[in-house]
């Protein structure tokens, strides 16, 4: 089991992300080689003010070995599976099996008056071979 604080910063404008203390867009979550399924809990500390929580209908986008960028509205991936989510919490299954590949993932959450925010890093799994 990994846990993985991601904490919101800023009340005005766009939500500044951290992933255990470095920027969204520098985090990488790593699985070394034939280390097998791994369960990542990724828990929101909100610090902006705003009353952020996990998008509970649709909390969580994943797609492999992208070029760049992050995963398309709704994308999945044989590599990721959500286990359960409330408001604070969200708990995802990271299956670290085939060929090694990059996840790019986007974590989706909604503030009190309904705006949805996300953060996008990256998961690199060593896979099973």
Request: charged share 25%; hydrophobic share 30%.
């Amino acid at each position: 089991m990994v846990n993985v604080t991601v904490t919101a910063k800023g009340s005005d404008g766009p939500v500044d992300w951290e992933i255990d203390g470095k920027k969204a867009a520098n985090s990488t979550i790593e699985f070394k080689p034939k280390t097998g399924p791994q369960v990542i809990h990724f828990m929101l500390d909100d610090q902006t003010g705003r009353d952020l929580r996990f998008d509970q209908s649709d909390s969580f986008w994943a797609d492999k070995n992208l070029a760049a960028g992050c995963p398309s509205a709704g994308a999945s991936c044989d590599q990721t599976t959500v286990l359960s989510c409330n408001d604070k919490q969200l708990v995802v299954r990271n299956e670290n099996s085939g060929e090694p590949c990059t996840v790019h993932y986007q974590l989706n959450f909604v503030d009190a008056q309904g705006n949805r925010e996300g953060a996008d890093p990256i998961i690199k799994n060593g896979g099973s071979a």
